[in-house]
């Protein structure tokens, strides 16, 4: 089973509509997670003209409609898999002083998947988003899969995912788009 996977789609702060190239990457796919920073409701209307089944968890960066629809995260059940969805920003909102010293983009990373592995207990991988940077390892007996951003943010190249599933085994894989 192969299910497509994408966060921080940014809509219409970043860029004015999903990637163009996000339809090859998720040609024949039946199922999409969206980890969040899905910003309207109209992306997600359109990634479920894409396929048949779209799940998705809010992020900080969704309005109030998009956060009075959807979980903050949830666990999603396929092929014998339990996957944790998550978006990973902090509980509470950083005061400015802390924004504006961030330390770093492999601080940040480091932080969101020590509060994802956090989240969950029981699954086989943490889908997550947030850090807008790609990163698929295996934590414990976990994949932590970030899909990373799939609008041009953060000097990183726009990029989706795709999990792969059977009876024994899952994997991740990131297409840059």
């Known amino acids: 089973m192969k299910i497509g996977v994408i966060a921080d789609t940014h809509i219409p702060q970043a860029q004015p509509a999903l990637p163009a190239g996000l339809g090859r990457a998720f040609a024949g796919l039946d199922i999409i997670l969206h980890a ?20 998705a968890v809010y992020g900080e960066g969704d309005d109030a409609e998009v956060q009075r629809f959807l979980e903050p995260q949830r666990v999603v059940q396929f092929a014998g898999s339990r996957i944790g969805l998550i978006h990973g920003h902090p509980a509470e909102p950083q005061p400015w002083w802390r924004r504006l010293l961030r330390l770093g983009p492999a601080r940040d990373e480091e932080a969101t998947q020590q509060r994802v592995l956090a989240a969950f207990e029981g699954v086989s991988c943490i889908v997550y988003g947030h850090t807008h940077r790609p ?20 000097g990183q190249r726009p990029s989706v995912g795709i999990l792969e599933i059977d009876a024994h085994t899952i994997a991740g894989r990131i297409v840059y788009l």
């Open 36 to 55: 969040g920073d899905v910003c309207t409701l109209d992306v997600l209307r359109e990634l479920q003209n894409t396929c048949t089944i779209t799940m």
């Open 135 to 154: 990163y698929a390892r295996m934590h414990g007996g976990v994949l932590l899969f970030n899909p990373g951003s799939a609008a041009p943010l953060d």
